[in-house]
């Protein structure tokens, strides 16, 4: 049955959780895209009977303002309307592949753009660098579209001076307590230079500290 597989892309993408993503379907997605050319090959010949059809019918039509006798008359009758039953079989089955070219399309945008929101929302969350789980996640060409959008996002905070992706909710305290999750290393942190070795539990600024949490390499501890 036509759009069956881009079916299969939306809901899948419509039975995630909220934000959270999927990986990229490539196998469906390409099963899609082979249905869309086979509709556009269906579509072409189909166009093209129509047109030399009407054509047919238009010569005839011609020949019938010219003159004719009656048996003549007769057997143009008989292949005009030949002709225009055949035009109307045309017609359906350009409609029928025309229709599910459309509803894969729009299916395949859906799914596109969906995810493209998720991905352009993780550039609030994780500044320029996907964890691991969730690039692994990503097709080639949404990997290329985070990059960018994280690189203009970070371009304009510089401008403005601004760090727009650190405390969209006003901190009570500038500073946090922390537990390293990773063996980070030594790094020059905004008012230190700190070791970040596994399993230590620190106070840092909370702008020092926002990078590593969502990267899943410290978390807060709030008690």
């Keep these: 049955m036509y759009g069956r597989k881009a079916t299969e892309l939306v809901k899948e993408f419509a039975s995630s959780e909220p934000g959270q993503l999927s990986t990229f379907n490539n196998d ?14 269906h579509l072409e010949p189909l166009m093209m009977n129509i047109q030399e059809n009407e ?12 003159g004719m006798s009656e048996d003549e008359r007769g057997n143009s009758e008989a292949e005009k309307m030949l002709i ?6 045309d017609q ?9 070219l459309l509803r894969n399309k729009r299916c395949l945008m859906a799914y596109v753009y969906n995810r493209a929101e998720v991905i352009r929302n993780l550039g609030w969350m994780v500044d320029s660098v996907l964890p691991e789980e969730i690039e692994e996640k990503l097709s080639g060409t949404e990997k290329e579209y985070f990059k960018k959008h994280a690189n203009t996002l970070q371009s ?3 401008e403005v001076d601004l760090h727009l992706t650190v405390d969209m909710v006003p901190p009570k305290d500038p500073y ?3 537990r390293v999750l990773d063996d980070i290393g030594e790094v020059v942190l905004s008012d230190q230079v700190a070791n970040l070795a596994r399993h230590a539990i620190m106070f840092l600024r909370r702008t020092d500290a926002e990078q590593y949490i969502t990267q899943g390499q ?3 501890l709030t008690s």
């Design 92 to 100: 359906f089955g350009a409609l029928i592949h025309h229709l599910s």
């Design 218 to 220: 410290m978390e807060e």
């Design 176 to 178: 946090i307590k922390v």
């Design 156 to 158: 304009y905070m510089a």
């Design 28 to 41: 469906v997605f390409a099963q899609v895209l082979e249905e869309c050319n086979g509709h556009l090959l």
């Design 55 to 66: 054509n047919k019918l238009r010569d005839k039509r011609s020949e019938e303002e010219m």
């Design 84 to 89: 225009q039953s055949a035009i109307k079989s």
